[in-house]
């Protein structure tokens, strides 16, 4: 799962425009191919089937111990308070809340679907801080607001019953775990710590939540083909550690607001590869999802960008 960095939206003006873009672009294009690399081993061969919690579990394993590894060779600080391990811990929790549900939705949506309803995320930030935190109610977010529903409306209906109401309920549990993510690492006592030990901190107690969840489950697989060790390596690599890394990386460069807004490649390239791949249809009521989703997205994160 991808993490939150903690540089505000008022970072000073970037110091190199066309770099920050292309991190945040290889950010949001990364994140987007989870399902490439998560279903042929939830949904392939026998062979190569491994459960839910494993397949997470795995990923957050091998995350944390690369960036373990980079935090080693650049000489990071890996020393972390007491009140931080606690608040790490139910960050923690919120992040593999939001990783369980986006895998579990693809048990009943298209992938690229979920992963559109997963990035209404802005939308339920802006929601819950209106609701919890008096944020100013402004007639622009009000409005992306009900565009935004009005998405999930047209991704959530079709005449032939296909898409699942459970799934959309599943992905939008998903979203919002990760806006309070979002919100809580900004209103806690790790505001302020490196993002990347935040992110391996996150990543490692991730994975002991994971096994535990297994374990309970009886469900904790061992890498048992070359194709699963292939497929877990590389959703570790690219989707987590090197999504993670550009993340942190575009915002230093473009701030958080351009960073926002270049994610909307996220659905984009999970519905792309969807049809390429897994051959899943691209209906009108898609379509009509995605345009009505996405510019809401776009507008509640400048809308909230400006002060």
């Known amino acids: 799962m991808k993490t939150q960095n903690t540089i505000s939206p008022e970072t000073n003006a970037p110091a190199g425009p066309v770099r920050g873009v292309i991190y945040g672009l290889t950010a949001a294009i990364c994140y987007g191919l989870i399902p490439t690399f998560t279903l042929p081993v939830k949904d392939g061969a026998i062979a190569d089937h491994m459960s839910d919690p494993s397949i997470l579990f795995y990923r957050f394993l091998f995350a944390s111990v690369i960036i373990g590894i980079i935090m080693l060779l650049r000489g990071r600080s890996f020393r972390v308070t007491r009140p931080e391990l606690v608040t790490l811990t ?59 529903v009005a998405g999930v409306g047209a991704l959530s209906w079709t005449g032939d019953g296909s898409t699942s109401l459970r799934g959309v309920v599943i992905e939008l549990i998903s979203a919002v775990c990760y806006a309070l993510y979002i919100i809580r690492v900004n209103r806690s006592r790790v505001r302020d710590m490196d993002g990347m030990k935040l992110t391996f901190y996150v990543m490692l107690l991730g994975t002991v939540i994971f096994a535990a969840d297994a374990y309970r489950q009886d469900s904790l697989q061992i890498i048992a083909t070359t194709n699963q060790a292939v497929y877990l390596l590389t959703l570790s690599i690219v989707c987590t550690v090197v999504t993670n890394l550009c993340l942190v990386a575009a915002v230093k460069n473009i701030g958080s607001t351009m960073t926002a807004v270049l994610g909307a490649l996220e659905p984009l390239t999970a519905v792309a590869l969807g049809c390429l791949l897994f051959s899943e249809a691209l209906t009108l009521n898609i379509l009509l999802g995605i345009a009505l989703i996405i510019p809401a997205v776009v507008i509640i994160i400048f809308t909230r960008g400006r002060k």
Request: charged share 10%; glycine share 6%.
């Open 90 to 148: 139910y960050l923690a929790f919120l992040s593999d809340g939001s990783a369980l549900f986006l895998l579990d939705g693809y048990n009943y949506l298209p992938t690229g679907i979920a992963t559109t309803l997963h990035f209404m995320y802005p939308v339920a930030t802006t929601l819950l801080m209106m609701m919890f935190y008096h944020e100013a109610r402004k007639l622009s977010t009000i409005l992306a607001v009900l565009m935004a």
